[in-house]
Each structure stands twice: as C-alpha cells, then as structure tokens.
C-alpha cells in the first residue's frame, strides 16, 4: 500500500463547490489514465457512505434516462426540419 501519485489541483477548482471540486478531481485523474481512486472517509460510516453513493448513482441513471427521453423525442425532428435550433 502506499501512495503512487500526488496531483495537485489547479487553484480555480481548489475554491469552486465540493461537487466543482470532486468534478475537477475526477477529471484530472481520468486524463492522466488513472483506473483506481481509494480514499477516506473522516466520520468511518461506511454505511453511509454506501447509500450516499448509491443515491447518487440512481440519481444519474434517472437523469441519463430523462436526457436520453429528450434526444429521442427532440432528434427525429430535427433531422426532418419539425424542430431547429436558432444561434
């Protein structure tokens, strides 16, 4: 065990919301190709932590499910003129 790698965040997200800042995050580690993220927690509930994460996901797959409704209805009017989108 041990730490393989330190990455600093650009100041501009260090001072953003905690979700602008786990986004930052997030990003930064995908771009440099990291695969595996492991980290604590200060309150050690990992119940909670489970659920909290859980919620968020389903809280995505509800949103990508809205989004994808919206392509679908949106799209095919589009691409025949029903529908356009103004600059």
Same mark, same amino acid.
């Given at each position: 065990?041990?730490? +393989?790698?330190? $990455? =600093?965040?650009?100041?501009?997200?260090? +001072?953003?919301?905690?979700?602008?800042?786990?986004? #930052?995050?997030?990003?930064? &580690?995908? #771009?440099?190709?990291?695969? %595996?993220v492991?980290?604590?927690? =200060? +309150?050690?509930?990992?119940e909670? &932590? $489970?659920? &909290? #994460?859980?919620?968020?996901?389903?809280?995505?797959?509800?949103?990508?499910? #809205?989004l994808?409704? @919206?392509?679908?209805? @949106? @799209?095919?009017? &589009?691409?025949?003129?029903? %529908? $356009?989108?103004?600059?």
């Open positions: 065990s041990g730490v +393989s790698m330190v $990455t =600093e965040i650009p100041y501009p997200f260090s +001072s953003m919301s905690a979700e602008g800042y786990a986004m #930052a995050g997030m990003q930064t &580690l995908m #771009a440099i190709g990291v695969e %595996a492991c980290f604590g927690s =200060e +309150s050690g509930d990992v909670k &932590l $489970t659920s &909290l #994460a859980k919620y968020a996901v389903s809280d995505n797959v509800r949103q990508n499910q #809205a994808i409704s @919206l392509r679908d209805w @949106l @799209l095919p009017m &589009l691409m025949n003129g029903q %529908a $356009t989108i103004s600059d």
